[in-house]
């Protein structure tokens, strides 16, 4: 449904929408397959994280990759202006971490939030990096 902004003088409900949105997909974003990769993350050396974020995120279907790129995207430019706003690529994982991903069964694990914020970090962090070099099969060129 449409939202008039003007309506509201909280500057919170937008993120609140994009939050609710994303929860309430019968599939997480980024996939219930992909869980399970995110958490084990911790065990990759730090200086490779990006490019193992880089490979999970390649691993997507198509649809989720293009949304995922738009809203990591989003989030990137977010986290440039976090000198004004306090949202820190660090912040924005923590609020927006365990609505990409969770898993098949159950609830997610207080354990389980630190490598779903890393790796949520690094996405937004590293957009150029991890989302770059993929194109959808439509717009690549011969």
């Known amino acids: 449904k449409p939202v008039n902004f003007d309506l509201y003088q909280d500057v919170h409900v937008p ?11 019968p599939e997480p974003l980024l996939t219930f397959r992909v869980y399970n990769q995110v958490q084990e993350l911790l ?8 490019t193992r974020c880089k490979q999970i995120v390649e691993s997507l279907p198509e ?3 293009i949304v995922a790129k738009f809203l990591i995207c989003f989030l990137h430019m977010v ?8 949202m820190s690529a660090s912040n924005l994982a923590c ?3 365990v609505n990409l991903v969770w898993p098949r069964h159950g609830s997610i694990s207080l354990n389980a939030l630190t490598p779903i914020n890393i790796f949520t970090e690094i996405l937004i962090e590293h957009f150029n990096t991890v989302f770059g070099s993929r194109c959808p099969p439509a717009q690549v060129t011969p």
């Open 15 to 25: 993120a609140v929408i994009l939050k609710t949105f994303l929860r309430e997909l």
């Open 43 to 50: 065990n990759v050396e730090s200086s490779l994280r990006a």
């Open 63 to 65: 649809h989720n990759f």
């Open 79 to 86: 986290s440039q202006e976090s000198i004004i706003n306090k």
């Open 95 to 97: 609020v927006f971490g």
